[in-house]
């Protein structure tokens, strides 16, 4: 809670904290993540949490260790002063509530470290999340943990959002992580997703997905919707570096980099400026453009889907999509290499190697495609 006592002036303080944190760590667009606890204080109090309990270390309970955690403004930084809490390897059943505290949690091997929610008394369901993270101006460090049966939930309440999320070297079993509402950075790096665990994004401003590894899953495991809200930088959302993704982006969001992932299919509808760049899109679907405008599709490997290449599509009496598709290497799917349903979707196309697709390397129609020589004359010449 924020104290009273020059209250308007530390807000205003924790706002100009907060840029310049967000400016260092991500003005190159990519944002290279930088220890939090170098960011807070100089001398974090530590505290320690095993399944022994004392006096080996000083608690046994997570959530114990957290409300320890100190809460208030006395530090010169301005924000809530953080701790950083070590967990030992062990099994801890609990469903974490991190509410207005700066904490850092380090596991210490998510190998050897497991968290999942205790299940409930009435039966034998679990809690429907593994840690809750919200609050005014706050920021949460999480790493080295197994999660196990509920997802990591984060939201901006109020317009009072988070100030910042790093969830880095985790593994994710039936879980993963939802965001909902915020503003703020929220960073996601080097962390494995099994079972088909995923991300969940809506109306976020700010999500950096960088180097995870997904496991193979017939749905999507990176889903953003409405990532809209106002952001200082752009791309609102790069999502780069991903290991085996099905990506979807939907519902007005825009403002997106998908850059240097493999993945087995891209789902693009109702939005606006995507760049997708530099991809492996392979044994899956291709990507799919649905009533979205200002798309560019380049130097992308696009080979062996089950379905196009690339798919162009209108639906739903909504924007008329536009499309750019530049020097793409787009081999040996199993129908179309390029769909488009109309011609003049597809604004740019030039420099694509496009050959070896099983029902042509160019089609234009939607029920009933067809092979195209005018598409292929518009991406050729000639």
């Not at 980099?257 to 492996?280: A, F, M, P, Q």
Request: charged share 20%.
């Amino acid at each position: 809670m924020l104290r009273e006592k020059s209250g308007v002036f530390k807000i205003i303080m924790m706002l100009v904290l907060t840029l310049t944190w967000a400016l260092v760590n991500w003005s190159d667009g990519e944002g290279a993540h930088s220890d939090l606890e170098a960011f807070l204080q100089p001398e974090l109090p530590i505290i320690t949490v095993c399944p022994e309990g004392p006096p080996t270390c000083q608690f046994t309970k997570i959530q114990d260790a957290i409300n320890s955690a100190p809460e208030d403004f006395s530090h010169p930084s301005l924000i809530n002063p953080a701790a950083i809490i070590q967990v030992a390897p062990g099994v801890y059943e609990e469903s974490l509530l991190i509410l207005n505290k700066s904490v850092i949690l380090r596991g210490a091997d998510r190998d050897r470290v497991f968290l999942r929610p205790p299940k409930n008394k009435n039966d034998s369901r679990r809690d429907f999340f593994s840690i809750f993270i919200s609050g005014s101006y706050v920021i949460v460090d999480i790493s080295g943990f197994t999660i196990q049966g509920a997802p990591i939930a984060i939201m901006g309440v109020g317009g009072w959002p988070v100030s910042g999320v790093a969830i880095t070297e985790n593994r994710f079993e039936k879980s993963g992580i939802g965001i909902y509402g915020t503003d703020s950075p929220i960073y996601i790096e080097r962390n494995a997703f099994l079972s088909c665990s995923g991300i969940e994004a809506a109306y976020v401003g700010w999500l950096r997905i960088l180097k995870n590894a997904f496991d193979d899953c017939w749905r999507y495991n990176i889903n953003i919707e409405g990532a809209s809200l106002l952001s200082a930088e752009k791309p609102r959302v790069l999502i780069a570096e991903n290991m085996e993704a099905i990506v979807r982006i939907s519902a007005g969001s825009h403002d997106i980099v998908i850059r240097e992932n493999t993945l087995s299919k891209i789902d693009v509808s109702d939005s606006e400026v995507v760049t997708i760049i530099g991809n492996v899109i392979h044994e899956g679907s291709g990507v799919v453009v649905y009533n979205s405008r200002d798309i560019v599709i380049s130097a992308n490997q696009i080979e062996n889907n089950r379905g196009n290449g690339i798919t162009i599509e209108y639906l739903y009496n909504q924007k008329e999509p536009s499309v750019q598709i530049v020097n793409n290497r787009i081999i040996r799917n199993d129908r179309f290499g390029i769909l488009t349903e109309k011609l003049e979707y597809v604004t740019v196309c030039q420099g694509n190697e496009i050959r070896e697709n099983r029902e042509g390397d160019y089609g234009v129609g939607s029920v009933f495609p067809q092979p195209s020589p005018e598409l292929k004359a518009k991406c050729e010449g000639g």
